[in-house]
């Protein structure tokens, strides 16, 4: 096997590679520190103590990064701000985190504009996820049924964020943004996914495409006008048929539900990442567990970048 398809190769990033990344870490926290309600919290959920790590870059060929992406724990929080008990005045209790969230969003529209619709979409995602989302689901039809409106609204809120934000800036009407969202209560995964961004999942060494490129080439592959294999050549491979804002009204908010396992390997990603380099690279970086999630993330920005790194790459991946 040649270095170039090898993800032992060394992935340390340059100084210059760091300067070009923006990152985001969510790691837990030492055991130390915890308590034993925490600890039992912890056993009971793995969860808690997933590993994430998410980077972006704005590849060799690109001016400007269009990407954003978003790593966030829900979590209880109480903060007492008087009291007649002076132990309590000042006082911050936290809970472990109910809830993960993890989003990434590739724009659309030249002179700054995708960067602005992917800004948009992800706040407008991680704010509505905090004011307004279920932060416990039931396994019942009329908990899904809630959350499945939750996410569907939060979609509609981020393009509507996006519609009124570019008539205000006088951007241009094809303004938009991929948008794959990650929203975990353990054990369940619910996906919510517009565009052509992708979620994967690695179990038991075998990887998993979780969602459908909504682009042209693969609608004539969903009609058996092409193959998968002259889909990935074709013109039409990125052309959108499906994206929040967009020039349109209409949305189609593809969305599943997952119940995850210990051990899963989870990652969002922009098709800057699968464009150069192909399931079986990816799989194999992520198989990876001598390695922490921010040496498999930024290895596969390298890999990315060295076959080309043609487009803006974003890579979330969350080790339960």
């Known amino acids: 096997m040649s270095d170039e398809r090898d993800p032992s190769a060394s992935d340390t990033l340059t100084a210059g590679e760091a300067r070009r990344h923006r990152t985001l870490q969510l790691l837990s926290g030492s055991p130390g520190h915890r308590s034993l309600a925490d600890a039992a919290a912890i056993a009971a959920n793995p969860g808690v103590v997933a590993e994430i790590f998410g980077a972006t870059d704005v590849g060799l060929k690109r001016e400007n990064n269009q990407e954003h992406f978003v790593v966030a724990a829900l979590e209880r929080a109480l903060l007492v701000e008087g009291s007649s008990l002076p132990a309590q005045a000042g006082t911050r209790l936290t809970d472990t985190p109910q809830g993960r969230l993890l989003i990434v969003a590739d724009g659309i529209g030249g002179h700054g504009g995708g960067e602005l619709a992917s800004a948009v979409a992800t706040d407008a995602m991680a ?16 908990s899904l049924e809630e959350l499945s409106k939750g996410l569907r609204d939060a979609v509609a809120n981020a393009q509507a964020r996006v519609r009124r934000v570019a008539r205000r800036k006088n951007a241009p009407e094809n303004l938009g943004t991929t948008l794959t ?12 996914h517009v565009g052509d961004s992708r979620a994967y999942l690695l179990r038991d060494g075998k990887l998993y495409r979780l969602t459908h490129d909504h682009t042209m080439a693969q609608r004539l592959v969903d009609g058996e006008a092409m193959t998968p294999e002259e889909a990935a050549r074709s013109p039409f491979g990125h052309m959108l048929v499906n994206a929040v804002g967009g020039g349109t009204d209409s949305l189609d908010v593809e969305l599943h539900r997952l119940v995850l396992e210990a051990g899963d390997h989870l990652m969002l990603c922009t098709d800057g990442l699968y464009d150069m380099v192909d399931e079986e690279q990816i799989a194999a970086h992520l198989q990876r567990t001598d390695r922490d999630v921010q040496t498999v993330v930024f290895g596969l920005i390298r890999a990315a970048n060295k076959a080309g790194g043609r487009d803006n790459v974003t890579v979330v991946i969350a080790r339960f």
């Open 127 to 142: 704010a509505y996820a905090f004011e307004a989302m279920p932060w416990a689901t039931g396994a019942d039809a009329g």
């Open 181 to 192: 969202m990650a929203y975990v209560v353990w054990p369940e995964l619910h996906l919510v």
